[in-house]
């Protein structure tokens, strides 16, 4: 079964800084792997998603993605963070199961300092 | 439209009370999900719907009941719920209840059970 970590519970950042989010996964073969984010009181938005090809992916809200498969890896990456990036960052494996089903990591929450 | 909406967005019950939450979609996907979301933590997978029928249980308690009457509509009824089931509960929809499809998220009901 697949699982996917995130080192750090809470990462606090200046605004206009660069930011990097870890996140590990576990599973035999490549799984799909997103990123979303949720901000204070909403649901959750997809940032981007990896499914093959091309190890270094392009999001929405100025956010890309490296895949590292000898690192087990999906880290989130932006060059420069803004208030409004402020918010809770989850990183989430799916695999082609009998299930079908995406799992979440514990996830990471965003502060931006002004 | 790409947007999943969710009633009531806050809902107080007591133990003995019967109530719904409603999840709509008009984006034409196949698949529905209900996760359920404590604070600071990562959604919970309850139950998913693929071409209205129900594919995944998580093995969830009976008090929680779900409905898919068409394409567009998710139910959740709740009967003789625990505080401890107060939490978010969020509705998501895809195109296809596949791992790799990106999920479309409502913004939630808040849910507290006295």
């Known amino acids: 079964a697949q699982s996917v970590t995130q080192p750090d519970i809470h990462i606090t950042v200046s605004e206009g800084a660069s930011l990097e989010l870890r996140c590990n996964y576990s599973y035999g073969a490549t799984p799909y792997l997103f990123w979303y984010v949720q901000s204070p009181g909403q649901g959750l938005q997809l940032l981007l998603k990896?499914?093959?090809?091309?190890?270094l992916v392009q999001g929405i809200k100025g956010f890309e993605a490296e895949f590292k498969r000898s690192q087990s890896s999906f880290n989130l990456r932006k060059p420069s963070v803004h208030w409004s990036d402020a918010a809770e960052y989850f990183c989430?494996?799916?695999?082609?199961?009998?299930?079908?089903?995406?799992?979440f990591g514990p996830g990471t929450s965003l502060s931006v300092i002004p | 439209d790409t947007e999943v909406t969710q009633t009531p967005k806050h809902l107080v019950m007591g133990m003995t009370n019967k109530k719904s939450l409603k999840c709509e979609q008009h984006?034409?996907?196949?698949?529905m999900y209900w996760y359920k979301q404590k604070a600071k933590k990562p959604p919970e997978l309850m139950f998913v719907?693929?071409?209205?029928?129900?594919?995944i249980n998580e093995s969830v308690p009976s008090r929680f009941s779900p409905e898919c009457p068409n394409s567009s509509l998710l139910n959740l009824h709740l009967h003789a719920l625990q505080p401890e089931d107060s939490a978010l509960y969020l509705c998501?929809?895809?195109?296809?209840?596949?791992?790799?499809?990106?999920?479309?998220f409502g913004p939630g009901t808040r849910l507290t059970v006295l």
């Open positions: 989430a494996v799916g695999a082609p199961t009998s299930y079908d089903k995406v799992i």
């Open positions: 719907y693929s071409y209205e029928k129900l594919s």
């Open positions: 998501a929809s895809s195109l296809q209840g596949s791992a790799y499809n990106e999920q479309f």
């Open positions: 990896y499914f093959s090809g091309d190890t």
């Open positions: 984006m034409g996907h196949r698949a």
